[in-house]
């Protein structure tokens, strides 16, 4: 086995997010300036903030996200702008908990962008699972073009909106509201290969017709085509999970398929996001990224 680094990357609380706090099931957090309250069942500990202050949430959600519900204060908006991470992003509350946004794919995001400002050569950049697109805005800001797909048309035109609050409008990306395998074998027939790759599987999921997606059934034919999709150069490659359970090193395993090939590096460990007061991390999932 190769040596490689496990690490935990953490989202510190900024002028555009804050994790104000968690714990009993639960977290607070500030979206610029909207403050909502919703499930998490990682934050297995005690609150540190009192009831008062959760209860001045300007949002918030209630029950299990199958068939929970948002409750809001008065004159609660459509949707909100905030900054993050240096990109300007339409919010919104939507089902199952979201917002658009997972804010701890910042360290993420940041790793991309520096790996393509220094590769100092064109690099094309496939998304999949691409959801509102913060990833591929990321990335188009670096200077590459990108291919994002999602197989949810209200993402894909989530997505797109913010391309336009972030001036990328122009940029070269290509919108596909497509099944990802499906996608994918059509591209390898077409020989489209890809530089980097990012993706963010969900556990259970359908695709634009109704294909269904399980993790445990469908994640190792999704890797190898990625893998078959690969250029003969590629510059990075990187893995996202969180509702699906699996530890960061089961996605290790599967990007030694690259460094096998090309050597390089992978680096795994977990997501996390810092409370306000930084005593405490929430745990927000895993990754795993191989570079070049």
Known sequence: MKKNESQILVTQPSVGYELLDSGEGEKLERFGNIVVARPDPQSLWQKNLSPIEWQKADATFSGQKENGGWSTKKNFPDRWQINFGGLDLWLRLSAFKHVGLFPEQLGNWE????????????????????YTGAATLAA?????????????????????????????????????????????????????????????????????NNELWKIEKNFLELVNLCFQLTSKNPLFVLMNGYASGYSAVAYQNNLLLWQDKFGGQIEVGELAIAESNGQRLLPAGIFARFHS
């Not at 991309?112 to 999949?128: F, H």
Request: glycine share 4%; net charge positive.
């Open 111 to 130: 790793w991309c962008a520096n790996l393509i400002k220094n590769s100092s050569r064109k690099i094309s950049v496939l998304n999949l699972f691409a």
């Open 140 to 208: 188009l800001k670096a200077g590459v073009e990108v291919c994002h797909l999602d197989a949810s048309k209200t993402a894909i035109n989530w997505a797109k909106d913010n391309a336009l609050l972030s001036g990328l409008e122009q940029a070269p990306v290509r919108w596909i509201v497509d099944d990802a395998l499906a996608f994918l074998k059509r591209e390898i027939k077409r020989d489209h290969l890809y530089d980097a790759i990012i993706m963010d599987p969900p556990a259970f999921g359908h695709g634009p």
